[in-house]
Nanobody, 125 residues
């Protein structure tokens, strides 16, 4: 497993932007598919975006609608989520996740072996 630490959350007005980062330590970062999930208060955790180990393949939830971009830097062991045009409904705790399984499998199952502790994103109207 890898240890994951998220950063970059905060308070932003609707229409604004935030960039979340996830820093990994431990096992070989480049072996892992990575993803972002979020959980709003009183709701179940939901998938946001995922990226393959190489960065060549990315996947997004329908609600992203082109507003978010996931990326990774294997040399730095980081993964980012650039968020634009934020809406109040994007308010949630955002978690990064990692798994050595193929990204298509983990996106389908939602089963990731390693999780960060989360970072709060609050979008005010």
């Amino acid at each position: 497993q890898v240890r994951l630490v998220e950063s970059g959350g905060g308070l932003v007005q609707a229409g604004g932007s935030l960039r979340l980062s996830c820093t990994a330590s431990g096992r070989t970062f480049s072996d892992y598919a990575m993803a972002w999930f979020r959980q709003a208060a009183g709701k179940e955790r939901e998938f946001v975006a995922a990226i393959s180990w190489s960065g060549a393949s990315t996947y997004y939830a329908d609600f992203v609608q082109g507003r978010f971009t996931i990326s990774r830097d294997n040399a730095k062991k980081t993964m980012d989520l650039q968020m634009h045009s934020l809406k109040p409904e994007d308010t949630a705790v955002y978690y990064c996740a990692a798994d050595p399984e193929d990204v298509v499998v983990v996106v389908t199952t939602g089963r990731f072996g390693s999780w960060g502790q989360g970072t709060q994103v609050t979008v005010s109207s």
